[in-house]
């Protein structure tokens, strides 16, 4: 997986190696199918609840922090969410995505930075 502490030339090629690589893994029906599983039944295993939660809101806080640093600008909590909750979607509907993963992480990425580049205060 990817490592936060790689030098990056931007925060758009961080972000974009992330969702690629996140996509990558998940690029098994078999993995896809357990991660959907896993999430599905998160409250009946405490320790499989804090994992996830550690993954999606710990984890996706320190990339952001790092690409808020990249970047100059703040990411607001909900665009990070989107972010993490977009490439779930494409996970879910993998097999329905008419485009593919690279294209897709791209457009994400590259919306995610200019919405908040755009909102950031100059």
Same mark, same amino acid.
Request: aromatic residues 10%.
């Given at each position: 997986? /990817? &490592?936060?502490? *790689? *030098?990056?030339?931007? +925060?758009?090629? /961080? /972000? &974009? ?6 996509? #990558?893994?998940?690029?098994? @029906? *078999?993995?896809? +199918? /357990?991660?959907?599983? &896993? ?6 295993? &405490?320790?499989? #609840? %804090?994992?996830?939660? +550690? %993954?999606?809101? !710990?984890?996706? !806080? ?5 690409? @808020?640093?990249? %970047? ?9 969410? +989107? ?13 329905? *995505?008419?485009i593919e993963p690279e294209e897709y992480v791209r457009a994400l990425v590259k919306g995610i930075i200019n919405s908040a580049s755009s909102s950031a205060p100059h």
């Amino acid at each position: 997986m /990817l &490592t936060i502490g *790689n *030098n990056y030339k931007s +925060a758009e090629d /961080l /972000l &974009t190696e992330f969702g690629l690589s996140f996509l #990558k893994k998940c690029s098994n @029906e *078999n993995m896809r +199918a /357990l991660l959907i599983m &896993t999430m599905a039944y998160k409250d009946r295993y &405490t320790k499989i #609840k %804090a994992k996830l939660k +550690a %993954a999606c809101l !710990d984890k996706m !806080d320190q990339l952001f922090k790092k690409v @808020e640093e990249m %970047a100059g600008f703040a990411i607001s909590q909900p665009m990070r969410r +989107a972010f993490f909750g977009s490439l779930l979607c494409y996970i879910i509907w993998w097999n329905d *995505n008419k485009i593919e993963p690279e294209e897709y992480v791209r457009a994400l990425v590259k919306g995610i930075i200019n919405s908040a580049s755009s909102s950031a205060p100059h």
